[in-house]
């Protein structure tokens, strides 16, 4: 009988290029390319320190900006240039009140009377091509509706357009009441 020799794996030969793993790489060249562009790391708090959780992931801010975040977010509300295309109710409620921000529902008369957020414009969304003249190009313009359904519309059709400062409310008038915020009613 032959005895069954297995050759017992190496522990001393150096990996070589080809066994090598290239995601620490990309790490580093991703971080690298970051810190170029201005951008650091920012001190994040590790909900899962001392515990086998996994690292909270990095988030990169611009270095050197004067103030903190923090303290840059309690001075003044985000530039118009920094909202998403699609905003909360709480964002709104900061914003709504700035002379370079325009809201405008586009829900039919009927659904503006029984309840809207105060100050908007009501321009219900089949009469948007026709009072396109109406909406600025030069102020942030924030839509609201029910849902977010037909302000989207409206939203994606004003950028076709050559908008380029157009929002949307996300989950319309029904999230501005859910987050508990003031409504009037009447009509326009």
Partial sequence: MIPNHRKAPRNDVPPTLATLSLAPLSLAALS???????????????????????PAPATF???????????????????????????????????KSQPDVVVID????????EAHIPGVTLIPLSEVPDRVAEIP?????ILTCRTGNRSGQAATWLRSQGYTDVHNLQGGILAWQDAGLPTESGAP
């Avoid at 903190?68 to 920094?82: H, K, L, V």
């Avoid at 586009?106 to 009377?113: I, K, L, N, T």
């Avoid at 190009?137 to 313009?141: A, E, I, L, R, S």
């Fill in 32 to 54: 690298l390319a970051l810190l170029a562009t201005g951008c650091r790391p920012s001190a994040t708090e590790d909900p899962g320190a001392g515990s086998s959780a996994p």
């Fill in 137 to 141: 190009t030069d102020k942030t313009v």
């Fill in 61 to 95: 801010a611009p270095q050197d900006q004067g103030a903190s975040p923090a303290t840059a977010e309690a001075a003044a509300p985000p530039a118009a240039s920094d909202l998403a295309e699609t905003i909360d109710a709480a964002t709104l409620e900061r914003l």
């Fill in 106 to 113: 586009v829900r039919e008369p009927s659904e503006y009377a």
